[in-house]
């Protein structure tokens, strides 16, 4: 549930506490706190009912609309995970011995990539 006060500059601030998950913010008016404070909950709640599909299909602005990636984190979301699954399950589908045959990979860092 939400808790909106006012702060002694003149600003709101709304306070988070749901499902585990603690957020805050600040705002310059009350009805942005409580439009805020709104939103995430509908997000808290909303979130853990997507199926892996929905999930892996959510574009970075998408995520960042819905609370960012630390969001997902804090509701026992792993993004990475979901979003390569397809490629994590296929690297576990290997023997030991086809996984020492695969080349290195290649150093991105000096713009062979």
């Known amino acids: 549930m939400a808790y909106v006060r006012p702060l002694s500059n003149g600003r709101f601030r709304a306070d ?7 957020k805050n913010k600040t705002f310059p008016s009350e009805s942005l706190a409580h439009s805020w404070s709104e939103h995430m909950e509908h997000q808290i709640r909303s979130i853990p009912l997507l199926n892996q ?16 990636t630390e969001l997902f984190k804090l509701l026992g979301i792993d993004l ?3 979003r390569h699954a397809v490629k994590l399950d296929a690297i576990n589908a290997l023997s030991k011995k086809e996984l020492l045959q695969l080349p290195p990979p290649r150093n991105r860092m000096h713009g062979r990539g």
């Open 53 to 68: 599909t929905q999930l892996a299909s959510l574009s970075d602005d998408e995520i960042q609309s819905m609370g960012g």
């Open 80 to 82: 990475f995970a979901v």
């Open 16 to 22: 988070i506490r749901l499902k585990g998950v603690v």
